[in-house]
């Protein structure tokens, strides 16, 4: 059972759907998405082999600022999984999608 579209999608959904009715301009993209703020930074650095790329599990943009990223999904495993290497990649993996985002929008 996949507990990421059942939940987290449906969830980030809601969040959504919420902020459109208080009048914010965001869409939300489920699934491997490209984070442009990795690959800005990565770009920024000289790295433009495009083999290097962050894949998040859904991700939340304004709208009003260029598609501006403004929320992060990384799901680290399946439900009941003790996959302790693949949670902790994940987790280091969201910190550094994160801060390639706040950079972005410092730079912006």
Known sequence: MCYRSYIFDTSLKSCTQYLRDKG?????????ICLEAMTTQLK????????YKYNADGLICANDFSSLEILLAEVSS?????DRSKVS?????GMFGLL?????IAQT
């Open 24 to 32: 914010y301009d965001v869409t939300f993209l489920p699934g491997e």
């Open 44 to 51: 920024n650095k000289g790295m433009t082999d495009g083999r």
């Open 78 to 82: 399946g439900y009941g999984s003790s």
């Open 89 to 93: 990649f994940d987790h280091y993996k």
């Open 100 to 104: 390639s985002m706040i950079r972005t």
